[in-house]
């Protein structure tokens, strides 16, 4: 960190940076102002913990992608470009940009059709999901991270509902004045342009604005998109005491939606495109501009050593047109083939920290709101020879849709002894989720649910050895139900569906962290057992009602390795095992309409949108003088596609190959600027594979086909 300004506020713990360069919110998440070279060899993290700490140090399963592997992975456009390196996660790319990234962490977050959900989401301590635990990463600004964190495990649910896993984005820091523009240009008309600027504009004041254009032909028919992301980081330190941090982002971002595939035409020709997208003109049009602002108060003196205050608020928009026949929307109770809604969402959170020596104690109170105000149409006008397919026909659907979640927490972090230390901590808090419906032609579906959940987490580490410190941890988690799952009632009628229940889990993890010459290793064990998972139950009359299907188990190992055996050479593996089953038997539909389930799914098949395990591997040399070049391979196993398991995707291994290099651009620019090269070539054996599934998708168009092989090219020019 920075050492003007830094005042270590009691004893500093080994592994741990000065609390006072620590700008952090909520449990464990948040923002550091500066680093240093020793502080990113360390890998710093701050999810999960009390304070800001090396990630050896850090009692409980999490992974960092740092900002050399962002840069490397792509375009900065998706998650998905370097989070494979992160075992016990998945963030499947769609090749899709009307539907967000499939993720999941340890198989929370497996059934979501759409968006994300199951895993809580941030960016400088601002969260993406809402209180109803959904959530979207499309306005991650990945080209001015710092980092990706990563939490998986137990101590997750400190973070409330719906958080079988975390993902949080921290910016970088302003250091200096810095321009950086670059072009980027690849397979499949790729193009994209992004400029940024930094700069220290006067003591204690500091800017980075940055702006991104992107514009994609798709590699199947009706897959083009367009988006445009900008991003504005405003620090201000208007006292040794005090930093405030404000983020403005705005996302723009229509798309084509070219559907999943069925068996039948995915074997026929993965490249091809579904009829039904072209006929329907299928599309997604995304706007959201979010406002978040930080406080932080640092204290001198007394047993309370830090105040926190957030709060963000914005707006979402979403127009979608999807592929249903006029004939289905003929049933009175259908809601439309097109979705039209316009979301207003904000939170807040304040925390303290004290620091009665040598515990560390954190309490924090959260609020978050969201209101949807919901329309559907038809997506067809006209009759017979006259009907026109793809457009907005009439209002079908009229609601307005509210969630809102009250949290409060502590946790604490006490080293009783000189090679123990033990970290706790609960989370208690209340979701509620209404539905106003002012459409009654298809009868009244307003109604209101609450639940209340209190999530505790213990965690226990012991330095084994120089270097090997090995940890365990156990918990309680809570998942509640979205809006759109409890929509309607599986007998049909109107109203929310009270028969539906929240999921709970109990996770148990243990794990080595091991630091020696030139290798990092990290291993952890884990099972987490859920009581009423939630499933489909029936899908009739163009309404999916859900259920809660029983028990289910995950068991897993996962394994992640970094070693450096000359200066020259290094190498990274990330693995995962996973065994996700359900428990119970249940039945579900064996197609549509589906006034009832009928099927049987025995106990013992595995849970769809899971997969047996997932590889990473990447080999790179560096040389000053030409650059750095790696071999990456990816490796997935069989990826579920429905609860009957009679449908999945096929394994597939991927070789990707890069080379990037950075060299002084001061003949061409003046002195002081650089040109960085980067060029990928992903699928390098040109292999057809599913790269996604949609989970338990209703007319067996499951699988999203992969990109075939890709090559990107991208010159960033750098100045002072």
């Known amino acids: 960190m920075k050492a003007k300004g830094c005042i270590a506020t009691r004893r500093p713990r080994r592994g741990t940076v000065p609390l006072a360069c620590l700008l952090a919110l909520g449990p464990a998440i948040g923002h550091a102002q500066g680093s240093d070279a020793a502080a990113s060899a360390q890998q710093v993290v701050v999810t999960g913990s009390v304070v800001e700490r090396a990630l050896a140090d850090a009692p409980y399963a999490i992974g960092h992608v740092g900002r050399d592997e962002l840069r490397s992975g792509g375009p900065l456009v998706h998650l998905s470009e370097s989070l494979a390196r992160v075992p016990g996660l998945t963030a499947a790319n769609r090749w899709n940009f009307a539907q967000d990234l499939q993720i999941s962490s340890r198989g929370?977050?497996?059934?979501?059709?759409?968006?994300?959900?199951?895993?809580?989401?941030?960016?400088?301590?601002?969260?993406?999901?809402?209180?109803?635990?959904?959530?979207?990463?499309?306005?991650?600004?990945?080209?001015?991270?710092?980092?990706?964190?990563?939490?998986?495990?137990?101590?997750?649910?400190?973070?409330?509902?719906?958080?079988?896993?975390?993902?949080?984005?921290?910016?970088?820091?302003?250091?200096?004045?810095?321009?950086?523009?670059?072009?980027?240009?690849?397979?499949?008309?790729?193009?994209?342009?992004?400029?940024?600027?930094?700069?220290?504009?006067?003591?204690?004041?500091?800017?980075?604005?940055?702006?991104?254009?992107?514009?994609?032909?798709?590699?199947?028919?009706?897959?083009?998109?367009?988006?445009?992301?900008?991003?504005?980081?405003?620090?201000?330190?208007?006292?040794?005491?005090?930093?405030?941090?404000?983020?403005?982002?705005?996302?723009?971002?229509?798309?084509?939606?070219?559907?999943?595939?069925?068996?039948?035409?995915?074997?026929?020709?993965?490249?091809?495109?579904?009829?039904?997208?072209?006929?329907?003109?299928?599309?997604?049009?995304?706007?959201?501009?979010?406002?978040?602002?930080?406080?932080?108060?640092?204290?001198?003196?007394?047993?309370?050593?830090?105040?926190?205050?957030?709060?963000?608020?914005?707006?979402?928009?979403?127009?979608?047109?999807?592929?249903?026949?006029?004939?289905?929307?003929?049933?009175?109770?259908?809601?439309?083939?097109?979705?039209?809604?316009?979301?207003?969402?904000?939170?807040?959170?304040?925390?303290?920290?004290?620091?009665?020596?040598?515990?560390?104690?954190?309490?924090?109170?959260?609020?978050?709101?969201?209101?949807?105000?919901?329309?559907?149409?038809?997506?067809?006008?006209?009759?017979?020879?006259?009907?026109?397919?793809?457009?907005?026909?009439?209002?079908?659907?009229?609601?307005?849709?509210?969630?809102?979640?009250?949290?409060?927490?502590?946790?604490?972090?006490?080293?009783?002894?000189?090679?123990?230390?033990?970290?706790?901590?609960?989370?208690?808090?209340?979701?509620?989720?209404?539905?106003?419906?002012?459409?009654?032609a298809n009868g009244d579906d307003s109604g209101r649910r609450r639940f209340t959940y209190t999530n505790p987490v213990l965690g226990l580490r012991f330095d084994a050895a120089p270097g090997l410190r090995l940890h365990g941890s156990a918990a309680r988690g809570f998942e509640s139900p979205t809006l759109g799952e409890l929509a309607y009632r599986i007998d049909g009628t109107g109203g929310f569906n009270t028969e539906l229940r929240p999921q709970r889990s109990e996770q148990l993890e243990v794990g080595a962290k091991w630091r020696g010459e030139g290798v990092q290793l990290d291993a952890a064990a884990f099972e987490v057992r859920v009581e009423d998972e939630i499933g489909v139950a029936t899908n009739a009359g163009g309404r999916s009602a859900f259920q809660n299907v029983g028990r289910t188990v995950r068991r897993g190992v996962e394994l992640a390795a970094r070693w450096q055996p000359l200066p020259a050479w290094r190498g990274t593996l990330a693995a995962t095992a996973l065994d996700a089953r359900y428990r119970d038997d249940f039945l579900v539909c064996a197609g549509?309409?589906?006034?009832?389930?009928?099927?049987?799914?025995?106990?013992?098949?595995?849970?769809?949108?899971?997969?047996?395990?997932?590889?990473?591997?990447?080999?790179?040399?560096?040389?000053?003088?030409?650059?750095?070049?790696?071999?990456?391979?990816?490796?997935?196993?069989?990826?579920?596609?429905?609860?009957?398991?009679?449908?999945?995707?096929?394994?597939?291994t991927l070789l990707g190959l890069r080379w990037a290099h950075r060299v002084p651009a001061a003949g061409l620019l003046g002195g002081g600027w650089a040109a960085e090269w980067l060029l990928r070539v992903d699928n390098v054996l040109d292999r057809r594979y599913a790269g996604s599934v949609i989970v338990n998708e209703s007319n067996g168009r499951f699988y999203e086909t992969g990109a075939p092989r890709a090559v990107m090219l991208s010159l960033r020019l750098v100045g002072p």
């Open 592 to 652: 549509i309409p589906c006034a009832a389930p009928t099927v049987l799914v025995p106990a013992g098949n595995r849970i769809a949108g899971t997969q047996r395990g997932t590889a990473f591997g990447e080999v790179a040399w560096r040389s000053p003088a030409i650059g750095e070049f790696a071999a990456e391979l990816r490796h997935a196993r069989a990826l579920m596609a429905n609860d009957t398991n009679t449908e999945a995707a096929a394994p597939y």
């Open 108 to 440: 929370f977050g497996a059934r979501a059709g759409f968006g994300v959900r199951g895993i809580r989401l941030y960016s400088d301590g601002i969260p993406a999901s809402g209180p109803d635990g959904q959530g979207q990463v499309s306005h991650f600004d990945l080209a001015g991270a710092e980092r990706v964190e990563v939490l998986r495990g137990p101590f997750s649910v400190l973070y409330g509902n719906s958080s079988g896993g975390v993902i949080s984005l921290v910016s970088a820091p302003v250091n200096g004045t810095r321009v950086e523009g670059a072009l980027e240009a690849g397979s499949f008309g790729l193009r994209q342009g992004r400029v940024q600027g930094e700069a220290g504009l006067a003591p204690g004041l500091d800017l980075r604005v940055g702006a991104a254009a992107l514009q994609v032909d798709g590699f199947r028919p009706h897959s083009a998109a367009k988006r445009r992301l900008a991003n504005v980081r405003l620090g201000v330190s208007p006292s040794a005491n005090d930093s405030v941090l404000v983020t403005l982002n705005h996302l723009d971002q229509p798309a084509d939606d070219p559907l999943g595939l069925t068996r039948a035409q995915f074997d026929a020709d993965p490249l091809q495109t579904t009829p039904q997208a072209e006929q329907f003109d299928t599309r997604k049009t995304t706007g959201q501009t979010q406002l978040g602002a930080r406080w932080r108060h640092r204290f001198d003196a007394g047993a309370l050593r830090e105040a926190q205050l957030a709060a963000y608020a914005g707006r979402r928009e979403v127009v979608q047109f999807l592929a249903i026949p006029p004939a289905t929307q003929a049933n009175p109770r259908h809601g439309g083939g097109v979705i039209d809604f316009a979301r207003v969402f904000h939170g807040a959170e304040a925390r303290l920290r004290f620091a009665f020596d040598p515990v560390d104690l954190v309490v924090g109170l959260a609020a978050d709101r969201q209101r949807d105000d919901r329309q559907g149409y038809e997506n067809f006008t006209g009759t017979g020879a006259a009907q026109v397919l793809g457009v907005v026909g009439a209002l079908r659907r009229d609601e307005v849709n509210r969630g809102a979640s009250d949290d409060a927490y502590v946790q604490l972090e006490w080293p009783f002894a000189p090679r123990w230390a033990l970290e706790g901590g609960v989370r208690s808090g209340r979701v509620t989720l209404t539905a106003s419906d002012a459409y009654l």
